[in-house]
């Protein structure tokens, strides 16, 4: 978006004029639950929104996750400031049934373009990540034995769409590396028995139309509390019907959460791009 056209949003109050399209339909991804652009529980190296190297975008999202025993909602949004620097907020609510407790956590995240495009360079965009994430009902991750009610994961992300790879069909994939010591993303507080490491995260997507695409994620995560933390895993369609919109659901299998196993159920994502 440039200034003149910046000015008209603020200023003429021109709706058809604010929204940014500098790229291909699908192609930023959606809203991960920690705030960044990308799949859903794997940041991606692309900035969320459709900003190109003139343009600003911003988005917002809300996203719902429910398992046998626990629910997820989170809420945030993101700002791409001219396709090399992403800027986002979450806050999750966490609710654990068999304590009739919620934990609350807010996610202030950063993301920088460090190389290349994600269509169009012959390697990989790669990106720097960084989430900072501040734990605000911290009394059960110190009795579980946490260290700390706040950390900063930090996470070097690489992509690529291959037009036509697979069958004619678009194919994008994606390896994040996340160093981090929080538990349970952060809910269950930061460090315990281990030091922080890096841990892989993985994803890859079909896209069968310009509309639609499903996919897989892999997350692998710490167990510093002893409590048998299990990698996540998840099975996604997501709907892109134009650059305003996107709507995602998807089957997850987080297996043990908190030392209660059998964590299977379901996601979903609305997210709005301007």
Same mark, same amino acid.
């Given at each position: 978006?440039?200034?003149?056209?910046?000015?008209?949003?603020v200023?003429l109050?021109?709706?058809t &004029?604010?929204? *940014?399209?500098?790229?291909?339909?699908?192609? +930023?991804?959606v809203?991960?639950i920690?705030?960044?652009g990308?799949?859903?529980?794997v940041?991606?190296?692309? =900035?969320?929104?459709?900003?190109s190297e003139?343009?600003?975008?911003?988005?917002?999202f809300?996203?719902?996750?429910n #398992?046998?025993?626990?629910?997820l909602?989170?809420?945030?949004?993101?700002?791409?400031l001219?396709d090399? #620097?992403?800027?986002s907020?979450?806050?999750?609510q966490?609710? #654990?049934? +068999? =304590?009739n #407790? @919620?934990l609350k956590?807010?996610?202030?995240? *950063? !993301?920088f373009r460090?190389?290349?495009?994600?269509i169009?360079?012959n390697?990989?965009?790669?990106?720097?990540?960084l989430?900072?994430?501040?734990?605000?009902?911290a009394d059960?991750a110190?009795?579980?034995?946490a260290?700390?009610k706040?950390? @900063?994961d930090?996470y070097?992300a690489?992509s690529?769409?291959h &037009?036509?790879a697979?069958a004619?069909?678009n194919f &994008?994939w994606?390896?994040?590396f996340r160093?981090?010591?929080?538990n349970?993303?952060?809910? =269950?507080g930061?460090?315990? !028995?281990?030091?922080?490491?890096?841990?892989?995260?993985?994803?890859?997507?079909?896209? &069968?139309s !310009?509309?639609?695409?499903?996919?897989i994620?892999?997350?692998?995560? +710490?167990?510093n509390?002893?409590?048998?933390e299990?990698?996540?895993?998840?099975m996604f369609?997501?709907?892109?019907p134009? !650059?305003?919109i996107n709507?995602?659901?998807?089957?997850?299998?987080?297996d043990?959460?908190?030392?209660?196993?059998?964590?299977?159920g379901?996601?979903?994502? =609305?997210?709005?791009q301007?």
């Amino acid at each position: 978006m440039t200034i003149k056209r910046f000015l008209s949003c603020v200023f003429l109050i021109l709706p058809t &004029l604010c929204f *940014a399209d500098g790229k291909i339909l699908a192609t +930023p991804g959606v809203s991960q639950i920690e705030g960044s652009g990308g799949g859903g529980i794997v940041p991606w190296a692309q =900035l969320a929104g459709y900003a190109s190297e003139d343009e600003i975008a911003a988005s917002a999202f809300c996203s719902v996750a429910n #398992v046998k025993n626990f629910s997820l909602n989170v809420c945030g949004a993101q700002a791409n400031l001219y396709d090399r #620097v992403e800027l986002s907020i979450a806050q999750q609510q966490f609710d #654990v049934d +068999p =304590l009739n #407790v @919620t934990l609350k956590q807010d996610i202030y995240g *950063a !993301k920088f373009r460090l190389y290349g495009d994600l269509i169009y360079s012959n390697w990989p965009q790669f990106s720097l990540g960084l989430q900072h994430k501040r734990l605000k009902t911290a009394d059960i991750a110190f009795a579980l034995g946490a260290k700390e009610k706040q950390g @900063t994961d930090i996470y070097l992300a690489a992509s690529k769409l291959h &037009l036509g790879a697979i069958a004619g069909y678009n194919f &994008l994939w994606n390896a994040t590396f996340r160093y981090t010591q929080a538990n349970e993303m952060g809910l =269950l507080g930061f460090g315990g !028995k281990n030091s922080a490491a890096i841990f892989p995260e993985l994803s890859a997507a079909i896209l &069968l139309s !310009k509309h639609i695409a499903i996919g897989i994620e892999y997350r692998k995560k +710490p167990d510093n509390l002893g409590l048998n933390e299990s990698h996540w895993r998840d099975m996604f369609i997501a709907w892109f019907p134009n !650059k305003h919109i996107n709507l995602t659901a998807a089957y997850l299998d987080l297996d043990t959460i908190a030392g209660i196993g059998n964590q299977q159920g379901f996601y979903f994502s =609305l997210s709005g791009q301007f």
